[in-house]
């Protein structure tokens, strides 16, 4: 059974540029949730969707969003990008949503500003 | 405010040694604790998942320990080896709002 796949692995932005990052849950799984982590904060909940609807939506700015498609494939757009949002950033996918869910991270997107 | 810390922040030991990770949380009401491990330039992976009413659990050389009356709980590795080298995370599930709250980490180095 295939793991969770980000893609893609690194990318390389410069000030003021948009990115935008896809992943690709485990077979079955339907909820799809985003993590930023930095050597500084850690891992930081970004948001968490659920057949299409966002869930969960942690403590960042708007120029963070995400969207689930219908086979449950998610993306997350970082718009007008600054230096700080150099970081990993990971998503998990689950069963279902919430709390109680077991999680399984995909590799990251190693995404450096510049 | 909800928290998780852990300590200490990173650890060295010689392999076949055994180790323990510290972690305490504030975080209410609680749901549950869960241990992940994250080798370098990887996603985290999931070690042991803890419920209120649950104390102890293994994974392989991996056993947590969770004490909900003082909010800590533990991770204990025995006969270390070089491929536990890595950073443990401590994430606590609050039932309302179904948000995880992440601990920083601790780096453990195994060396031979």
């Known amino acids: 059974k295939a793991g969770v796949t980000q893609t893609p692995r690194y990318l390389i932005k410069t000030r003021g540029q948009q990115v935008t990052l896809s992943c690709s849950p485990i077979?079955?799984?339907?909820?799809v949730s985003w993590y930023q982590q930095t050597p500084g904060q850690g891992l930081q909940f970004l948001f968490e969707y659920f057949s299409e609807t966002q869930r969960n939506k942690g403590n960042f700015p708007g120029r963070f969003s995400g969207r689930q498609f219908s086979n449950s494939r998610s993306e997350m757009n970082v718009s007008t990008l600054e230096l700080g949002d150099s970081a990993l950033y990971l998503c998990?996918?689950?069963?279902?949503?919430?709390?109680?869910?077991?999680?399984?991270f995909g590799s990251g997107t190693q995404l450096s500003v510049l | 405010k909800n928290q998780v810390e852990q300590s200490p922040q990173s650890l060295i030991i010689l392999e076949g040694k055994n180790c323990t990770l510290q972690c305490n949380y504030t975080v209410s009401p609680f749901s549950n604790l869960r241990w992940y491990k994250q080798d370098t330039g990887r996603g985290p992976v999931s070690l042991t998942i803890m419920t209120f009413s649950e104390n102890t659990k293994s994974n392989g050389r991996y056993t947590a320990t969770l004490d909900a009356d003082t909010k800590q709980s533990s991770l204990h590795i025995t006969a270390s080896q070089l491929s536990d080298s890595a950073s443990y995370i401590c994430?606590?599930?609050?039932?309302?709002?179904?948000?995880?709250?992440f601990g920083a980490g601790t780096i453990l180095r195994v060396k031979s």
């Open positions: 077979s079955g799984h339907r909820s």
């Open positions: 998990a996918s689950s069963l279902l949503w919430g709390g109680d869910e077991k999680l399984f």
């Open positions: 994430v606590v599930s609050a039932v309302d709002g179904n948000k995880l709250v």
